[in-house]
């Protein structure tokens, strides 16, 4: 670190610190990522980038800390063009919709809420969250980031099933400011929801709340067939 520490005294700017300072070398590009996640903000996204182009998994922990910082840090489309660099396939607004890999938790993929007296399961093919019965009364699920078009409109669909919930069941799905709450069924049920993009980033997410007058569920939820379409207006 302190030969990054004397490249910055040098000059403040993270492009040419990187251009000329830092050789092309899988190493040093890995040090130095580590270094300016922890010193350096602004100099993540162009380092990430680098180092993302070897390919090496072994590098997936910071490039994936990278990806998150980008997105609180707002620079999302510097964080698309990353989480692109890591190898996710871009199949639509929504990554990883149908649960073919277990949410990583970074990143544009589904960010599980560690939740006391809840437990994620994930299964081929989609994803079940047990409740205990024991959990808060109040909590998120799950949480997604897409990247909008600020202004146009967007339907979100699902699947879901659930097993041990009364009426209503207190799951509901938050997009912008439109709810979408998941009626109790042990079959699949499909369901959707329409809103109107306000910022070009938006997190989906799937809360539980306690319904008044109701016992803590205890139970499980499952949920697959998740996606996210532009909607196109009516002629």
Request: aromatic share 10%.
């Amino acid at each position: 670190s302190l030969a990054f520490d004397l490249c910055w005294r040098v000059t403040q700017n993270a492009e040419e610190v990187l251009a000329q300072a830092i050789p092309d070398r899988h190493d040093v590009l890995a040090a130095y990522l580590y270094y300016v996640l922890d010193r350096r903000h602004e100099a993540v996204s162009a380092a990430a980038l680098k180092l993302a182009a070897w390919h090496d998994r072994s590098d997936s922990p910071e490039l994936e800390t990278a990806c998150d910082l980008l997105i609180d840090a707002g620079k999302f489309a510097e964080a698309r063009d990353l989480w692109r660099q890591m190898g996710h396939a871009q199949t639509g607004l929504i990554n990883n919709g149908d649960f073919a890999t277990a949410p990583s938790g970074h990143g544009f993929d589904w960010h599980p809420s560690p939740t006391a007296g809840v437990t994620n399961v994930p299964l081929p093919g989609s994803y079940r969250i047990r409740f205990s019965g024991k959990q808060s009364e109040s909590s998120e699920l799950l949480r997604h980031f897409v990247v909008l078009d600020p202004g146009k409109t967007y339907s979100f669909h699902w699947e879901a099933r659930t097993q041990g919930f009364g009426s209503p069941s207190g799951i509901e799905w938050n997009a912008e400011l439109t709810h979408a709450a998941l009626e109790p069924a042990q079959d699949w049920r499909a369901g959707s929801i329409d809103f109107k993009a306000e910022a070009a980033l938006l997190p989906i997410t799937l809360v539980y709340h306690r319904p008044t007058g109701q016992a803590r569920a205890e139970g499980s939820v499952e949920i697959r067939a998740v996606s996210l379409v532009e909607k196109q207006p009516s002629r």
